[in-house]
Nanobody, 125 residues
Framework: QVQLVESGGGLVQAGGSLRLSCAAS????????VGWFRQAPGKEREFVAA???????FYADSVKGRFTISRDNAKITVYLQMNSLKPEDTAVYYC???????????????????WGQGTQVTVSS
């Protein structure tokens, strides 16, 4: 059974940092690209960042230069380091995994193989 479990969310002041983790189990992790998405209240879910099997990365324009995605295949975990957080970054953050997919393609796909349950990030002004 495949599971993706996000953690690391919380409440932070604007300008602060958080690191989210997406821990996977039940899959051959090195075969998968992993993306982070977020959904704010009343808004559609949007792409944030992705990393593929070759560790190529792709970012939404809104987070470039502030967020960094990385993966540790030994720990079967993908991280999202979020710096210089803004109130508009407030959302539930989800990770998704897709088999044999490139990082840019993760951003454009309308469905994904597996999803986590999400972790709340709240940035106060």
């Amino acid at each position: 059974q495949v599971q993706l479990v996000e953690s690391g969310g919380g409440l932070v002041q604007a300008g602060g940092s958080l690191r989210l983790s997406c821990a996977a189990s039940g899959l051959t992790f090195s075969w998968f690209a992993v993306g982070w998405f977020r959904q704010a209240p009343g808004k559609e879910r949007e792409f944030v960042a992705a990393i593929d099997w070759s560790e190529s990365t792709f970012y939404a324009d809104s987070v470039k230069g502030r967020f960094t995605i990385s993966r540790d295949n030994a720990k079967i975990t993908v991280y999202l380091q979020m710096n210089s957080l803004k109130p508009e970054d407030t959302a539930v953050y989800y990770c998704a995994a897709d088999r044999f997919t490139s990082a840019p393609r993760v951003a454009s796909m309308t469905s994904h193989n597996y999803w986590g349950q999400g972790t709340q990030v709240t940035v106060s002004s």
